[in-house]
């Protein structure tokens, strides 16, 4: 119990010191509404590109599967006659 007192402590300690050491002078970086924008629509883009290409990957080996499940029924099933 102990512990987690000085844990919380520590950590809002460590979080003021970082905030009194940074300097208030240094301006954020500014990116455009148009800049971000891209990167939002090129990331839709390419989590569909991997979707789709997983998707496609998949189907042709779970494809690939059942049809080889179904030639050794098939000759199973011509063994046995």
Do not use: H, W
Not at 9 to 20: K, N, R, S, T, Y
Not at 49 to 58: D, G, L, S, W
Not at 63 to 80: E, F, G, L, T
Request: charged share 20%.
């Amino acid at each position: 119990m102990a512990y987690k007192k000085f844990f919380i402590f520590a950590l809002i300690f460590l979080c003021d010191l970082a905030v009194g050491l940074a300097d208030s002078t240094v301006s954020c970086y500014r990116i455009e509404p148009g800049t971000i924008a891209g990167i939002i629509c090129a990331d839709v883009i390419l989590t569909l590109m991997i979707v789709i290409v997983t998707y496609r990957c998949a189907s042709f080996r779970r494809q690939k599967i059942d049809n080889a499940n179904k030639v050794y029924m098939n000759v199973r099933a011509n063994c046995k006659s």
